[in-house]
C-alpha cells in the first residue's frame, strides 16, 4: 500500500514537471526556457527536476519509453502467421498519443507542440538519437527473432523504422503548416499503408529506367 502510493505521488510529481515544461516551452521555446525556470514553477528544486528527468530534452520525450515497449512486444507476441513487417505495421497504424484522442483542445496541445519541436534543434537532435535507440533494440529483436546475421536485421530494422520517422515528419511538416488538423489521423494512416505496400512489394524495380 505505502509503495503504491509512493509510486503514484511519484508519478505525479513527474507529470507536473513535464506540463509545467510544456507550457514553458510552448509558450517561449524550447531553448529559450531553463531547468531552473520549470523548477521554479513547479515549485521544487532543479535538483527534483534533474531526479526525474536527466536532461532538459526528457521533459519533451519522457512518455516515448513506452512507444519502444509497445513496438518490440508487439513483434515479440505477433499471432502465429504474422510476419515482422506486418506486425510493425499495425503497431504502427494504430493511433496513440495525441493522435488517439484528437478533440480540439488536444489538436491545439499538438500544434503547439509541433512548433515548439520543429523549432528546436536541440529536441530535433535528441529525437534522431531517440529513434536510432529503437532501431538497435529493433534490429537486435529481428535477428533473435529470424537467426539473421550479419547486416541484414540492420536493414530491416531501418526500413521500418524509416517508415515511423517519416510518418512523424509528415504530421509535423502538415501541423506547422497549418492544414486542417481534423483529417490528419486518416492522412497519416494513408501514408503509412503506401509506405508499408512499398517495402511488402520491395524495390527491384521501384523507379526503373525507361
Known sequence: MATGLRERKKQQTRE????????????????????????????????TVFNYFPT?????????????????ATIRE?????????????FVRAPRGMLASYDA???ERLAALSRMIAASPALLAREQQIFAG??????????????????????VANAMM???????DYARGRIVAG?????????VRAEA????????????DYGLAD
Open 78 to 90: 505477433r499471432p502465429p502467421g504474422e510476419s515482422i513487417l506486418d506486425a510493425f505495421g499495425r
Open 179 to 187: 492544414a486542417a488538423l481534423t483529417r490528419l489521423p486518416r492522412d
Open 105 to 107: 483542445e488536444t489538436r
Open 16 to 47: 507536473l514537471l513535464a506540463e509545467t515544461a510544456r507550457r514553458l516551452f510552448t509558450e517561449r521555446g524550447f531553448e529559450r526556457v531553463s531547468v531552473a525556470e520549470i523548477a521554479r514553477e513547479a515549485d521544487v528544486s532543479e535538483k
Open 162 to 168: 524509416g517508415v515511423h520517422r517519416a510518418l512523424v
Open 56 to 72: 532538459k530534452e526528457d521533459l519533451v520525450y519522457w512518455r516515448l519509453s513506452s512507444f519502444e515497449e509497445e513496438l518490440l
Open 193 to 204: 499503408d503506401r509506405a508499408l505496400e512499398r517495402l511488402r512489394d520491395g524495390l527491384a
Open 134 to 155: 529503437y532501431t538497435r533494440s529493433l534490429a537486435a529483436l529481428i535477428a533473435d527473432q529470424t537467426g539473421a546475421r550479419g547486416v541484414e536485421p540492420w536493414v
